[in-house]
């Protein structure tokens, strides 16, 4: 709360540091738009939405990574599920991508958020008597003998996630992997010794590098859902254009029906 | 619907074009997920989960400048009004963007839908006899008549949108204006020449390029939506993260408090 | 919006009606929330809320009926289903609510609000040269010609709906229906002279006598959802507390295993 | 779940206690609908739904006061602000009313739930050495040490609360107020005693006379929620009907401007 004086009189205001808005002029975060615009991508411009500072160029590239390995998993996750069955009974989209997003919590897309948990955590208890491997040990032990899953593990569908492993290779490149990152694999490593050879999730690596990225923990889910709401409006489009109103939608009953094996043509991949 | 054998049994199963899952293997359209995360931005990623198809370079980059263009508009729109008042009492993040989500509808956020239609339904009025200045000219005359406002023109803030400017320059340099483009100004122009001087706003520069891009129009307020997404979470993360819960929140007694007047820094003007 | 000194002052203040917060003092609609408390019912309430007066003795009673045969109508509505869905990820009730709620629309809870239209167009028509007789069998013919259903009319499962029936006879009972219910009965006969015998569904019974109770068309779908509601909370609990998370749900697939065949005691029947 | 022969086959199939439907026939926890809609009230349909059990005549009575009692809170609170904020942007009324519904959590509708809490704790406390007064001494001297407010005590508005008195008079009427309405009770008694003269409000009653009722801590805010959503049913009707769209609403700058002063007519009194 600020005070300001207006004419002759000190009035109280609450403040907000994203966007000034005057005439002819939207500053975000004290950019420009139109220069964004120009400059910056999508991702970029979110990055700085929650951060206030531009990403550096590997930083950004490592978050259009992330986003896209999440932008979307198929029919069966309850989320698409929600929003599908919204559209079926004639919701318009907003309505039905807001079905979708009240089904994203703890046990669907909210791994990002309790893996950054655990594993900040585990950071805080580093220490000199206890390397990240030691500490690592320990709470698998601990998780173990509670007999509690450890977030950030395990899929229900892919035992070598290709998204895990290609994030954890471009944060490599991009020089941005640090503690996080090294104690989620330790995590794995000590799971292992511990007779549980679970691979880390796609979720894991996103909480890890979003760790080492510096961004807040409060915001973990709002990656997931920033990713996935871009998916909800491609299930919200198909079932609206493509299927009958007030159908009996079985997630399990669908087959995969689109183009399969293309490759990215030559110029991209340089 | 497909019929397909299993066992020597057909079943019929439902279609899906977008997301093909496998074990260990995530295809989205047909691409693999790890290829798409190195080789395209997230905004290009949405284009093709869209259409199916990669888009051009101009039109990916002019896709981050729509997404861009409406990435926030401060504290004042209902969308983040809302979002504020839902974690003002406590809401999670997902249920708190819903109600965001939930209050974009015809009168905030639904221009580009209304403007796509308005110009797309000029265009199919395009004949040899009728020109599209004509068409325009007429369209602008009965509106008047009928005292209907015209969507995509005028703004309560902006008289002179920089973000519709940096659009129409940008759409110009990667040669993607076209038709669509050429009709809202001649709808500007024939308002001016009617006596309405009023100025195309950046939900009617957006519809008339996402008809030029060839995007349905069913998945106009998508464009809104998903952009608006990200600011949602960021007023939604200014709230609990600043003020206290159960608050009056008046809109208009805010204050702009952050960074002003930032330049982009020289390597990304390049 | 009216105009009231304040201090010296004259300031603009916009008009609620509905109800007055003082200090200690809650009134409804001008009645002390004390003595409805103490008088009326939680139905009697929403219709004083809605409409500013008390209701009738019959007319209390006849709601009573409606909202308790909008109740409940086990796991497949997809409002059911969307409540079911986001309580399995982990939602709190409120979102899970929510979502069955944004899951209730045209093709799903709407049927009250099209046949109200429908009915109440057919006794606009209604005039010294065409009686409700002819009106019926005119709008009868054009539906069937323009191969339209007509709302109100036809249930995926029940032929001969027991909510129907006590409705009307409920109706008939407290002196309530009149010219809708008239038009309704009338659209039955002709469509069964003209070939479809379809009957009345529980949507047109509730649609018919809505537009006899003078209660207002807009809120038409508010009857059902607010019905509905606690049936929500009831799938949102028993999904909560006798399901795991995350599991694949088919509405097919499921089986009755409560209390059947219960008669009400004596003393309520009197 | 269980399994069930079908064909030559055992299926499994999961379990639904709630509503059994067959042809012609809905069946609430074992009691046929239309026998409920001439027997019951909505709400003792609502308590049948929620127990499995018709409620004792008091039971009902007391339940219809405590609906009542949450029905409206005029245009102030925060869920009846969000639901006008989404009418005015154009939404449909079941969108509104889920805004609403998102914008009930821990600060605003949540103080049922907690209170509950708080006192069920209390409740599994006493023993034969610390009676409920002495329990009720503790806990508000560790309260009152810990800074932390008790929910169910205290008003911005109201510091005497009409609709607790009510409650309470009329739970010893129908004989229904037992262990936790006396816990209730010790608490404010201690509170004083301790120097915080603080009013038992009508989420404390309500809290404390559902735990009397047997019914779960889990439904705390359900029995708030279906209170309260014709409120804000009411609200989107006023707001949609009355004003222009995209207004801005300040909560604070309305004024009432419906009835006063009406008294419940002699019938109903009796």
């Known amino acids: 709360m600020v005070f300001k004086?207006?004419?002759?009189?000190?009035?109280?205001?609450?403040?907000?540091?994203?966007?000034?808005?005057?005439?002819?002029?939207?500053?975000i975060r004290g950019y420009r738009v139109e220069d964004l615009m120009t400059n910056?991508?999508?991702t970029e411009s979110i990055y700085l939405l929650f951060t206030?500072?531009?990403?550096?160029?590997?930083?950004g590239k490592l978050l259009e990574a992330i986003f896209i390995s999440s932008i979307d998993h198929g029919v069966t996750p309850p989320s698409a599920h929600a929003t599908r069955t919204a559209v079926s009974t004639g919701a318009p989209y907003n309505a039905a991508v807001a079905a979708g997003l009240l089904s994203i919590n703890d046990y669907?897309?909210?791994?990002?958020?309790?893996?950054?948990?655990?594993?900040?955590?585990?950071?805080?208890?580093?220490?000199?008597?206890?390397?990240?491997d030691?500490?690592?040990k320990e709470l698998v032990h601990d998780a173990i003998q509670a007999r509690k899953r450890i977030a950030g593990f395990g899929h229900r569908i892919h035992k070598c996630d290709p998204r895990t492993r290609k994030l954890f290779s471009l944060a490599e490149e991009y020089g941005i992997g640090g503690k996080a990152v090294e104690m989620i694999k330790a995590f794995k490593v000590a799971m292992?010794?511990?007779g549980k050879n679970i691979p880390i999730n796609v979720d894991g690596a996103i909480a890890a590098l979003l760790i080492?990225?510096?961004?807040?923990?409060?915001?973990a889910n709002a990656f997931f859902m920033i990713a996935r709401v871009p998916g909800l409006f491609a299930h919200a489009f198909e079932e609206k254009t493509t299927q009958k109103p007030m159908r009996h939608i079985d997630t399990k009953n669908h087959v995969y029906a689109g183009n399969e094996n293309i490759q990215i043509p030559e110029r991209r991949e340089g």
Not at 5 to 27: F, H
Not at 212 to 219: N, V
């Open 5 to 27: 004086l207006r004419g002759n009189k000190m009035v109280d205001k609450w403040e907000t540091k994203i966007t000034q808005i005057k005439p002819n002029e939207i500053n």
């Open 40 to 42: 910056l991508t999508f």
């Open 52 to 59: 206030g500072t531009l990403p550096e160029t590997g930083v």
């Open 108 to 132: 669907h897309g909210g791994a990002i958020y309790n893996c950054m948990h655990i594993l900040q955590n585990a950071l805080d208890l580093v220490s000199e008597e206890n390397d990240v």
């Open 134 to 136: 030691g500490v690592a």
């Open 192 to 194: 292992k010794e511990q």
């Open 212 to 219: 080492d990225l510096g961004l807040p923990h409060d915001l």
